[in-house]
């Protein structure tokens, strides 16, 4: 007679069981924690966190104090709130150093700020919102930047521009009624025009975001092109909406595409232009 399976070799059979659904938990719970920072909110506290992820204060505060053990987040002496922290660049570093766009681009960007006196950036696309991997900051004293981890999945954003004009037009569409990047007034009428101005910034090179995700700045970019003609990166130009009229818009959106141009044939790229 076979003797029956113990409850541990059942667990390991089962894909679906108790302590894999709780280790993914965990897993989801910590990430969530890690995403409340943001460029705007850097500093935050155990309740605000819990708030905004919707867990309770004390699952997020032994979440916190493993990172703080990890130095993934440091406390602010000043208010005891959380902020991220210097062990999460080493975590980024092995990815940055490989990113052959952002070590090609860097010196295209420095070249590009000092051109326009304007902050310049590299951004790349997870398939959901544009993030910034390298960032030349602007010399004036009031200026817009884009900090490294920076996302964005506004679609009037002018990278969220540049990636979604390479996308098919339903997953286009598909993006924007799941909210997963977000369109004011979204309805069908909305979508469409959408997609027509996608079409013709693409022809033109440049995409523009005149104070339409922030009133006070505004954001150029164009694609950046590997050897199969994708884009596999946008340069970025943002600027404080005071210092940009429309004629200088399309000084600064020929600026970007110029930039972009030299880093995607320095990547041995190819535009489909």
Known sequence: MTPPETSETSDNREPGNTSDTRSTSVIVNAIAVLRSFTAEEPLLGVTEIAGR?????????????TFEQEHLVERDDDSRRFRLGLGMIALAGPLLAELEERRVAYPVL??????TGETSALMVWNGGESMCVEQIASRH????????GA????????????????????????????????????????????????KDSAERGWFA???????????????V???????????LIAAPKFR??????????????????KI???LGGRSQR
């Open 53 to 65: 992820i919707g867990l309770h204060k004390s699952t997020v505060s032994r979440i916190l104090a």
């Open 110 to 115: 420095r070249e590009l700020t000092e051109r």
């Open 141 to 148: 004293q009031v200026k817009h930047l884009a900090p490294l």
């Open 151 to 198: 996302r964005y999945n506004e679609a009037l954003s002018s990278s969220v521009q540049v990636f979604l004009a390479a996308e098919d037009a339903d997953r286009v569409r598909r993006l924007l009624n799941s909210g997963s990047v977000t369109l004011p007034g979204l309805d069908e009428e909305a979508v469409e025009g959408y997609l027509l101005r996608l």
């Open 209 to 223: 975001n005149f104070g339409e995700t922030s009133i006070d700045e505004v954001g150029v970019a164009s694609p």
């Open 225 to 235: 092109f590997d050897h199969r003609g994708d884009v596999v990166a946008s340069v």
């Open 244 to 261: 940009v009229s429309q004629d200088s818009l399309t000084s600064l959106g020929e600026a970007c595409l110029e930039a972009s141009r």
């Open 264 to 266: 995607t044939t320095r």
